[in-house]
């Protein structure tokens, strides 16, 4: 059974950077990709990004394409993302999710197992 931990939310400026990790446990982690969604108040859980089992495909939502980064260390089970240039409305929940089958999806109705979430706040 995989379980996953976010790590990394927290508060800060417009124009900032915070990194998020999320930590696997319970499965070989190189065996499914993942991926980070957010959902803000008020709203519905929206894609950010995805990674490939290997981190060789990535893939980003529009809002967040040039600023945010995608990347995972299959030896540390982590999977990471890098968010430069924040902006208030990113502002969210920031939740990884696991995928385990054989397609690459950027859909949340795809994942198979989610985290609990770390809270990203940017203030203007």
């Known amino acids: 059974q995989v379980q996953l931990v976010e790590s990394g939310g927290g508060l800060v400026q417009a124009g900032g950077s915070l990194r998020l990790s999320c930590a696997a446990s319970?499965?070989?982690?190189?065996?499914?990709?993942m991926g980070w969604f957010r959902q803000a108040p008020g709203k519905e859980r929206e894609f950010v990004s995805a990674i490939s089992r290997s981190g060789g495909t990535t893939s980003y939502a529009d809002s967040v394409k040039g600023r945010f980064t995608i990347s995972r260390d299959n030896a540390k089970n982590t999977v990471y993302l890098q968010m430069n240039s924040l902006k208030p409305e990113d502002t969210a929940v920031y939740y990884c999710?696991?995928?385990?089958?054989?397609?690459?999806?950027?859909?949340?109705?795809?994942?198979?197992?989610w985290g609990k979430g770390t809270l990203v706040t940017v203030s203007s």
């Open positions: 319970g499965r070989t982690f190189s065996s499914y990709a």
């Open positions: 999710a696991a995928d385990f089958s054989p397609a690459f999806s950027t859909r949340a109705s795809d994942m198979d197992v």
